[in-house]
């Protein structure tokens, strides 16, 4: 007979498998180091109006897959009534069959709200109340969700010119989450974009006239960082920048930028490159961890980026090579002693060999996994593509020492999306251990489990003030 969908054993394919969650999994608080939430939304314990603000006012995968149903987007990122928007929404759930937001769809709903019923044009208006009958209750908040999930920490994407007001309101608060920033400095390479470098480095020090200047600034900013309890850096870039300017080119370039004169396509990844090179040598010395994202080719849709402008699920996978800037910018690290901490993540998911391997030739002690293969991530966020990773990674790479699942979500819906992973990581054990690939050591298999969902974690990033783990 087939299974139920999204039952108690859903993707748990094995008495293995299903112990493995139950028993261990299941219990372990989350993590969720690379998020895009909004700290004011945590700091102001933030309230929506209806379960479209909450579910589709920032989702680019949801909006990718009702522009592919053919929905105008009127109803998508446009002017249309919630109400509208969450019919299109519904209309368009029930052609996702096999798309991971398909099950994230039910997950959120049955997690968050309680609702095991399945939603389509039909259900849309059950549905509908239903959630903002829930969005009333005293609980429905963000700081509510993030107890519900049990959340420990997140980390935030920030901007090295934000005052983290919001991250201080929160973590001096009774909110059971702490609240982390992650510094990242990716508008400090737009030099050939002048207009909105400009703008941004008078916000930052309008008195910066040199590479020196704009340096100075940018570790006063990570140094304000850290005192604030920032661990993190992150960068997304189409490749790692491997072949630093030096200081005469990087301020040429810079003063060109400042008189409004774009740099040429070779000059921007020199000047990126030069910054990467610092930013990675001050990460190391304060025991940052840094993350680089690699390979979204950003705004191909001309027509509708000139509309609608980024960030509006356009953006998809880029077709670079990744391999050798990556093991460039890496060894320059440490031929100084200066490596830090380290997680690569790629969108090309051709590129999961390639960057497993060279994850494996900048191991060093103390730490565990020092560089890291990062988690599916967006394109790879999926059964296949998180199967992938956890498979590559096993095969050239420590699973065990692997720090596990993040959402970089902008929802506070998205945290089921742990279970998920969860789910999947232990089915893939469990079937190891049934074809007898693993031993039935449960000790030895429950302590991996509990490492990679969260306790890794915990240890990797050496997060201040991290309350100890109830659950565990």
């Known amino acids: 007979m087939p299974r139920t969908y999204l039952d108690d054993d859903f993707l748990l394919l094995s008495e293995t498998a299903r112990n493995l969650y139950h028993g261990t999994a299941a219990h372990q608080w989350i993590i969720d180091y690379h998020t895009h939430l909004p700290p004011e939304e945590v700091a102001n314990d933030h309230r929506w109006e209806n379960i479209t603000e909450l579910w589709l006012g920032h989702d680019h995968y949801k909006w990718r897959a009702m522009r592919a149903n053919g929905i105008p987007e ?37 997690r968050c709200f309680g609702i095991e019923t399945l939603l389509n044009p039909d259900t849309a208006d059950e549905i509908w109340e239903r959630c903002n009958e829930r969005l009333e209750e005293a609980d429905f908040s963000s700081r509510g969700l993030l107890r519900k999930f049990n959340v420990d920490a997140v980390g935030t994407t920030d901007d090295p010119t934000d005052d983290l007001i919001h991250h201080d309101v929160t973590n001096n608060s009774d909110c059971s989450t702490k609240v982390y920033p992650t510094f990242r400095p990716d508008k400090a390479f737009f030099v050939d ?42 960068h997304g870039m189409r490749y790692a920048l491997a072949n630093p300017c030096h200081e005469g080119d990087a301020d040429r370039i810079l003063s060109a930028a400042r008189e409004g004169i774009a740099a040429s396509p070779e000059d921007t990844d020199a000047f990126g490159a030069m910054i990467m090179y610092y930013v990675g040598q001050w990460n190391a010395e304060a025991d940052w961890t840094m993350q680089l994202h690699l390979g979204p080719r950003r705004n191909p849709n001309t027509r509708l980026f000139n509309q609608l402008g980024p960030d509006s699920g356009f953006d998809t996978i880029g077709d670079w090579p990744q391999g050798e800037p990556v093991l460039s910018f890496l060894d320059s690290l440490s031929e100084l002693n200066k490596l830090p901490k380290t997680i690569l993540y790629n969108l090309n998911p051709r590129d999961n060999a390639v960057l497993a391997c060279a994850c494996g030739s900048f191991q060093e002690s103390p730490h565990r996994g020092k560089v890291q293969f990062g988690s599916g991530w967006w394109y790879n966020d999926t059964l296949q593509g998180m199967e992938d990773q ?28 742990h279970e998920y992973f969860r789910r999947l990581l232990c089915n893939i054990i469990g079937q190891d251990v049934e074809d007898g690939k693993l031993p039935n050591d449960e000790k030895l298999l429950s302590d991996m489990v509990g490492n990679i969902c969260y306790h890794n974690a915990k240890s990797y990033f050496g997060l201040p003030h991290h309350k100890e783990n109830l659950l565990a």
């Open 390 to 417: 956890i498979n590559t990674l096993s095969s050239i790479g420590l699973l065990a020492h692997f720090v596990g699942m993040l959402t970089d979500s902008r929802s506070f819906l998205s945290f089921p999306r």
């Open 193 to 234: 974009r002048p207009e909105l470098l400009n703008a941004w480095l008078d916000k930052l020090n309008p008195d910066i006239k040199s590479s020196a200047d704009l340096l100075s600034a940018l570790k006063s900013r990570h140094d304000y960082f850290h005192a604030k309890g920032c661990r993190l850096t992150d």
């Open 74 to 110: 009127s109803h998508i990122t446009g002017a249309a009534p919630a109400r509208e928007k969450f019919q299109a929404y519904a209309e368009t759930i029930p052609n996702t069959l096999r798309n991971p937001i398909y099950d994230w769809t039910h997950l959120e709903l049955r």
